[in-house]
């Protein structure tokens, strides 16, 4: 059964520290990993990853995928509460079936 | 703009009382899906279409009919709601599924079925 893992559940932090939040996965047919952050409304994308060891960078986010290890890590540095957040991990398979994580719930404190 | 519109957003329903909750993009994507968000379980995927007349399955299709007559409207339906069915539900939509491209959610529709 694909799965998609991410770890830990919730963080809770304070501004202009670093945070990693991870993602892990098994599944069959691996297409493409995507990021999300969810807030009190609809997912907005983040980052697509497609191939090993290229950073994407977008501000202080940025994430880097390993297909080896079969992981994902999303970096945020600098923290501020606007960083608070669910974010998703999710993974697409071939065929177009797209499989989410759990989330993390992310806590920012002045 | 560019925006996938879901209606209603927020519904209370009885059991056994069919609904559609209606979604529809703007953008020409090929790739629509539906997913239910539960607290502790993370986005769910229902069921997805690759294209017009094409759908597929995904992890929790059980009580649930999408169609997909048109490239732009994806609606789904549930003939005989049950209160394990009240959960936050987004549709979403995407150029095409196969290159894995940024999806585009509705702003969500919190059913509750008493």
């Known amino acids: 059964e694909d799965k998609v893992v991410q770890s830990p559940l919730s963080l809770v932090v304070h501004e202009g520290d670093t945070v990693t939040l991870n993602c892990s996965y098994e599944v069959t047919n691996f297409r493409s990993l995507l990021w999300y952050k969810q807030e009190k409304k609809a997912p907005t994308f983040l980052f697509m990853l497609?191939?090993?060891?290229i950073e994407k960078k977008s501000g202080r986010l940025s994430s880097i995928l390993d297909k080896k290890e079969l992981f994902s890590i999303l970096n945020i540095t600098a923290t501020q509460t606007g960083d608070s957040a669910i974010y998703l991990c999710a993974v697409i398979v071939w065929g177009g079936k797209l499989i989410f994580g759990q989330g993390t719930e992310l806590s920012v404190k002045p | 703009e560019a925006q996938v519109t879901q209606n209603p957003r927020y519904l209370i329903t009885v059991t056994g009382k069919k609904l559609t909750v209606t979604c529809s993009q703007n953008m020409n994507h090929e790739y629509m899906s539906w997913y239910r968000q539960d607290p502790g379980l993370g986005l769910r995927q229902i069921y997805y279409?690759?294209?017009?007349?094409?759908?597929d399955k995904g992890d929790v299709p059980e009580g649930y009919k999408v169609s997909r007559k048109e490239k732009r409207n994806f609606p789904l339906i549930l003939e005989s709601p049950s209160p394990n069915q009240t959960s936050l539900y987004f549709c979403?939509?995407?150029?095409?599924?196969?290159?894995?491209?940024?999806?585009?959610f509705g702003q969500g529709t919190r059913l509750t079925v008493v």
């Open positions: 279409s690759m294209n017009v007349e094409v759908t």
């Open positions: 497609t191939s090993s060891g």
């Open positions: 979403a939509s995407s150029l095409t599924g196969q290159a894995g491209t940024e999806a585009f």
